[in-house]
């Protein structure tokens, strides 16, 4: 019997008609963007005798966070329910229709703030606002069809789940897909905009007078990188907040079944945001790498110069995420009968854990009294000056993804028993296992080739200097000769010792030897050091990806050691999610306040200057004021939304998810 | 739940607290947001302590290079004794002058080389560094000639004795600096100078510029000869009278209204006036006479003849290949 909708259809038309009235806001705003004021006039605004900056900052950071959940989570909806469509397991279904629900109320709330930025925009940074509209007004239609598009479809997804059941399910799996395309192009095209104004490109900079087309201002260097950027973070991000939403249900439910129900989404929830968190690094130093050669002047100035702090408290904030992301996995072991035969491992991952941030968060440069700097001997201490240069970084960066990876091997074990032969597993497995392996000896062959083939020139540097790129190209080569190998050791049912190798060579190639071979690059061939660090990014690359496929298909079909009790956590874990949510709030907007602020005193960098009151650098403190007060106004936003939106199923129709 | 729910509310409100004060940590031990020295620079006048202003702040040397133990930039050259030579760049830079000396074969002063490094800097980079360092000139730094020499003297005061005198930058800075901005679109889209050429004379294409303008002997000569036009205007101008003609409206060619007796308004320039009639020429390159007993009022016009929409019915390519043409005009 299909669960009672009750309550459903009254707020439906409730969230229906809010949408509508957002979409409404949207169009109009969109209207009046390309309707615009000429470049002359008024050039700023105050905010009601406040600060402008301010104003706008405040407004489009709720605007970007909300919209990171109804972008993000649609992905992993779209995910749960083909999971759910291919497995035949109804409970994948039931918590991605969950999810929707709360995507459908918080859709016109992101869509009243994206109206209101576009108000406060005009109003209060009219030049800004027509010379941006001079150059995107074409795409501002194509934003507001998109939107249109993207809000009927999401209606459609959510209000037909029911009726599009059976063999109409492909239909709505489909809806679920054209739904991630709608907000991708439209996350795609806001993008252009605000990477456009990191790196303009077409445009005359005395006259202003833009010679580009739109397309050409559209694609400019930084706009891929930003986009698969966003994409990851807006995963993650919804992964975490669905995370503390489960865990507030947890806490408040009464009944078991219910527990068990949050229980199995906060696992969901958290999940989710470490496997997008993991490639997030990759991510953000393709996007550093881009913006640096866009702009040697921003990239220094966001890696050496006056963003350089806010990195350490990026990297304060990455670290509770990776550490409390793996002691939530910890803590779940103690609900699988079995996992108690990997516990003795976790204080060691542990261990990597706090030492690899401590190596991350230690700074190159600290400002010191001369009393200081004659106690120390110098400006820098004589050891911890190493853990401060990129080297480091890059070496404790790579063994934090490889330790929290490792964390989450242990707890997909932890019920697992005796493994099925190989042999068994029929022609798919080996087919993937085959695939798979090609991959995983493409990526570290092409690398190597093109440190092989480097010309020294192109880096300035001499013939000689070619030998330093030998060293991390014969390292890949080595982590492709183990492809072949762990091929074969699968092949025989000896998976977990090829998954062994496989680790325990990246961790010696990528973390210790290049991690110390960085100093030597450091300071014999400097520019090469870029090439070192994409080396390594992608030794963990591989790693993952090939041990992520030997561990599904090793533990293919492999005896249940013992049952997973969903619902039996400690509270302790629950708040641990709410941790999780709210830190990567905070770093939302940290890295939003890094991205707007790396424009320093520019509109639009190196083109159309801010000479507003307001075009200062603030300092880290200011700077976490302002994104506290934003992330405990976002919070308390989305907690009211989801109040009003929750269907409070698990507490009414809920079930134990396995 | 009600205890649940007051627990959550209090770890979220404690988790941004904690948060904001590690910012509050931050701003104090990095000393950002702290008093910093005004960039005092007197036009003539270059100090070390306004060129020091430059270089920890609105230059952003900092962010590459440090100054022996202050600063932990390592892009660029350490600019203390610490640095390539173990000497400071004031006494670094005498060195590095008499290699250049060999190099070129003509001599150079140490104030030569630092004017160099800064203006010129991928001429002669310090070995195991990238050639990387952008123009000061430009945006988004934007340093004026001044702040350059100031920068300069900062740079001899450390190990040497600062010698404005003897800083000799290249005569017409700021032209150069604000040519050097105007370059940036050229690097944008190459163009063709044979299609130019092509469309420069289509009298009936997009850009028809020849219906005006004389190349040689071929074109119109309503508006000004364009034969040798890039060797006495830089590329900057020529962009800027395609795109915007009536920003600067060359003499001779200015743009009359004269509204007849009959109501007719006649716009265009002058190219030949009598005691018994004016000739007009219009945008088109069309001669339009008006007798002089018909002209109840002429005034003159601050908006060119030539059309101001360049920009718009003209795509990039056939832009840059119009201006490939017009730029090899010598």
Redesign the interface.
Known sequence: MRPPARRQPRRGRCWGGAGLLALAVVLAAGAAAADAPPATGAEYRTFYGASARLAVWVVAEIHLMLGAFVLGVPIVASILEIVGWRTGEARWDRLARELTGLLAAAFSTTAAFGGLLVFTLIGLYPRFMAFLTSVFHETYYAYALLFLAEGFTLYLYHYGWDRMRGRWKGLHVALGVLLNLWGTALMLIANAWVSWMMAP???????L?????TW?AVANPLWIPLAIHRVLANVAFAGFVVGAYA??GF??A?REAARAHYDWMGYVGNFVGLAALIPLPFAGYYLGREIYSA????G??MM???FS?AF??QA??IGILFVGGNYYLWIGMGRIGGAERYQPWIKYVNLVLLVSFAVWLT?????LTGEE?ASLG???HPLLKYF??MAAKNAAVSFIILSTFFSFLLYRRGNKGRRRPFAEQGRASGLALGAGALVALAIPLWYARALLMLDPAS????AAQAGYFRLPAYLLLGQAALVPVSLVLTLRDRGPLAQGLVFAWTTLAAVFVLGVYGFVV?E????FLRHLAVAQWLMVLGCLLWNTLLDVLVFRGAAVAGAIRWGRMP?RAQ?TL??LC??IV?LMGLMGFIRSGLR?D?HV???LQDTSPWAWTP???????VV?AI??GF?GLVGLVFWLAAPRAADDDGEAPA | MRRHLLGVAALTVAVVLAIAALGELITRVSGEGGERPAAAVVAGVATPEAGEAIFWGKGKCSTCHAVGGRGGAVRGPDQGATGPLGQPIGLRAEARARERSRATGRPWTAADYLVESLLDPGAYVVAGYKNEMPNPLRPPIRLAPDEVRAAIVYLQSLGGTPDPAAIALPPGLAAQAQAAAAEEWRAYVAGDAKKGERLFFDADGSAGCGRCHRVGARGGDVGPELTHIAGTRDARFIVESILEPSKVIASGYETVLIVTKDERHVTGIVRRESAAAVEVADSQGRIQRVATRDVRRRAPQAISTMPGNFGEILTVEEFHDVLAYVLALR
Not at chain 1, 295 to 298: D, F, I, K, T, Y
Not at chain 1, 620 to 625: D, P, V
């Open positions: 490109t077409g445009v005359e900079r005395d006259t007078r833009v010679v580009g087309t050409q865990a507030v806490l408040c009464r702009s040697a002047v921003m220094n100035n050496g110069g006056a702090w350490i408290l304060v904030l700074p190159r440069n600290i400002p700097q110098g400006q820098f401060g240069l880096l300035d540097l001499a450091m014999k061939a400097n520019p509270a708040y709410v941790l709210v830190t905070m320093e520019w960098y190196g083109v300092t880290t403190a200011y700077m976490t004021r506290g992330v405990l919070l």
